[in-house]
């Protein structure tokens, strides 16, 4: 990912995306680039419009469903379900308090 995103930031710079402004790239930012990983980015990206391939990747991103998972459907339950716990947590508070206040601490 490192890789490909130094190509990304040689092409906003209007520079080539080549083995040299890529390992530049990463050493200014303090990594060690593996040549043969700089090597394949550069042979997948020369040549291509960096735009065009952020455009066709969005465009194929965009069919992957991604769902939030179990919604609740009705919308009155979830406002009282949401109650439940803090009510729990109030209790919890006042029985941690009423131990506060027996007198003795645990550092005195």
């Not at 200014?28 to 066709?56: F, P, R, Y």
């Not at 969005?58 to 469903?65: G, N």
């Not at 991604?66 to 379900?81: E, I, K, M, R, T």
Request: aromatic share 2%; charged share 30%; hydrophobic share 45%.
């Amino acid at each position: 990912m490192r890789y490909v995103a130094a190509a990304l930031l040689c092409a906003l710079a209007n520079n080539d995306i080549n083995a040299a402004n890529i390992g530049k790239i990463l050493k200014s930012a303090g990594i060690d680039a593996d040549s043969a990983e700089v090597d394949k980015v550069v042979s997948e990206l020369s040549g291509k419009n960096m735009e065009e391939l952020i455009a066709e990747g969005m465009e194929k991103i965009s069919s992957v469903p991604a769902g939030g998972g179990g919604a609740p459907a009705a919308g009155g339950a979830a406002p009282a379900a949401a109650e439940a716990p803090k009510e729990e947590a109030k209790k919890e508070e006042s029985e941690e308090e009423e131990d506060d206040d027996m007198g003795f601490g645990l550092f005195d």
